[in-house]
């Protein structure tokens, strides 16, 4: 799972699906991180899981680069490497 956090594929490829679910929930952070969970792991996000993104995001400077980097540990989690 580390390779797939660290890779430069997954670093272009979060980029990219931050980009679109912001498009997409109308610059909602909350709305984007639930149509993330949605749409990576076919499930809405637990209270705790939506928590912990509002807390990742909000420690960056760039809410756009904190959503992000949330979206690449979602995809280098458990319940994505092993979904796909």
């Known amino acids: 799972s580390l390779a797939m956090m660290n890779s430069p594929l997954v ?3 979060t980029k ?3 980009q679109q679910l912001l498009e997409r929930a109308g610059g909602d952070m909350e709305r984007a991180v639930t149509m993330a969970f949605e749409e990576a792991y076919s499930r809405a996000p637990r ?3 939506l928590a912990v993104a509002k807390q990742a995001i909000a ?3 760039d809410p756009k680069e904190g959503l992000r980097l949330f979206l690449q540990a979602m995809m280098g989690a ?3 490497l092993y979904s796909y």
């Open 47 to 49: 209270p705790g899981e």
């Open 59 to 61: 420690g960056e400077t």
């Open 11 to 13: 670093m272009r490829t």
């Open 78 to 80: 458990n319940d994505f």
């Open 16 to 18: 990219a699906f931050a």
